[in-house]
């Protein structure tokens, strides 16, 4: 899974080339304006990945917590080693397959964001962790109807969980204290599950309004630990450490400072961002632009995009419009249409900046439409442009490897994804 062979059938891989390890494409001496790859290509920078990578430790470390980022965002084994080896304590999942991928990958300490209860994977669960001695997994609880699925299955061990705590109309979590408060106890008192910590998830009610998401992300982090402190006083916690665990990756600022509050257990917080190793030039970087200003960190200092997707222009049928090579399979559309950043001409490697004004109007499965709004524009037919996307978890889930290359768009590196 960390260096798995790459071949032909590949989108994005050289017609002609022969199979390669992953590990063996970094070696090969391609760039990807010489016409050494066929396009659509998605690309990582290796200058902006590596300065994500130690920026969001820092930032963590500076807060005395830790991060566990989401892996869902690239399902990438050979990125989930550089975070880890930049300092991670373990890496977040979605589900048991995620994981699996993860512990393939050698991860050994992971958050599962999200609710276990369907018997299959109750058991696989315990399987793994009877077969893995050294592999620490937990997973979000909120309803006494979950507890009883987990208890149904009488497993061999318990299973360690964290109480959800969710904001009204939003997605899981309980929706109040004393709710949340009664289900600790039951919890604790069953020999199912070992309660472990307190989780929550800001990230899907961030705005960009600066005044408007701290009171939201003040007022949640306070109910956290509200919560952790009340399930102390009664003993309920059944680790010797607790988890306290938030954070996507638009407030991130926001809930950091809250994740470890002062208990009689040692706490250990946990920030669980993970478009932040990419970052992006639409949703992310106009939120995060904010949190910027929160920080007294400038742009320039601050997270940088690291994911590119370079197409053709292969049409040029009326003025102030040119069709590229590439679409909805190719780019992500859920959070914002892509954004034109760079335009190489057929016959150079030199990219430039593009004009002010030029913006995707609308993508098809295989098309994207750039508008130019200039009758004279100077592209040509097979001049190449690089689209910066919004949202990096649904580029990523398209694309089975992308080549990591320089500022020269030399091919330094590869990694592969496994959705």
């Not at 992953?22 to 920078?45: E, F, I, K, M, T």
């Not at 690239?74 to 979605?94: E, H, R, V, Y």
């Not at 990756?249 to 040692?266: C, I, Q, R």
């Not at 002010?356 to 109007?361: A, Q, R, V, Y």
């Amino acid at each position: 899974m960390l260096d798995p062979w790459l071949n032909a059938g590949l989108k994005g891989y050289p017609h002609g080339a022969p199979p390669l390890r992953r590990s063996q494409v970094g070696v090969q001496g391609w760039n990807v304006l010489a016409g050494d790859l066929p396009l659509p290509l998605a690309v990582l920078r290796q200058g902006p990945l590596q300065h994500n990578l130690g920026w969001m430790q820092r930032l963590v470390a500076a807060q005395g917590i830790a991060l566990a980022p989401h892996g869902k965002t690239t399902m990438s084994p050979q990125l989930f080693q550089q975070q880890l080896a930049a300092g991670a304590w373990g890496i977040t999942f979605a589900n048991l397959q995620q994981l699996a991928v993860g512990l393939a990958s050698g991860v050994r300490r992971a958050v599962i964001a999200n609710q276990v209860l369907q018997a299959q994977d109750l058991r696989h669960l315990a399987d793994l962790q009877s077969r893995h001695a050294d592999l620490q997994v937990m997973f979000l609880l909120d309803s006494a109807e979950q507890l009883a699925l987990i208890e149904a299955e009488a497993l061999p061990r318990a299973l360690d969980v964290l109480l959800e705590l969710g904001l009204d109309g939003g997605r899981t979590g309980c929706r109040t204290h004393d709710a949340a408060l009664a289900l600790a106890r039951r919890a604790h008192a069953s020999a199912a599950v070992r309660l472990a910590g307190i989780e929550c998830y800001e990230g899907l009610w961030g705005t960009g309004d600066s005044a408007a998401d701290a009171r939201m992300a003040l007022g949640l982090m306070l109910r956290v630990q509200a919560l952790a402190a009340a399930c102390d006083a009664e003993g309920l916690f059944d680790t010797d450490e607790v988890i306290v665990t938030a954070g996507g990756s638009a407030l991130f600022d926001l809930v950091a400072p809250a994740l470890k509050p002062e208990l009689s257990k040692p706490v250990q917080g946990l920030l669980r961002s993970g478009c932040y190793l990419t970052h992006d030039d639409g949703f992310y970087r106009r939120m995060v632009h904010v949190a910027n200003a929160r920080m007294a960190c400038s742009d320039g200092e601050g997270l940088r995009a690291a994911l590119q997707v370079w197409c053709v222009v292969q049409s040029l049928p009326e003025a102030g419009l040119a069709i590229l090579g590439c679409g909805k399979r190719d780019v992500s559309f859920d959070m914002g249409l892509p954004v034109p950043l760079l335009h190489c001409p057929l016959d150079s490697a030199t990219p430039v900046a593009v004009p002010e004004g030029w913006n995707i109007s609308a993508l098809n499965d295989q098309h994207a439409y750039l508008r130019t709004g200039d009758a004279a524009c100077s592209l040509q037919v097979g001049d190449r442009i690089a689209l910066g996307i919004s949202h990096p978890c649904t580029t990523f889930d398209k694309w089975r490897w992308m080549p990591v290359v320089d500022e020269a768009c030399n091919v330094v590196d590869a990694i592969t994804t496994h959705f």
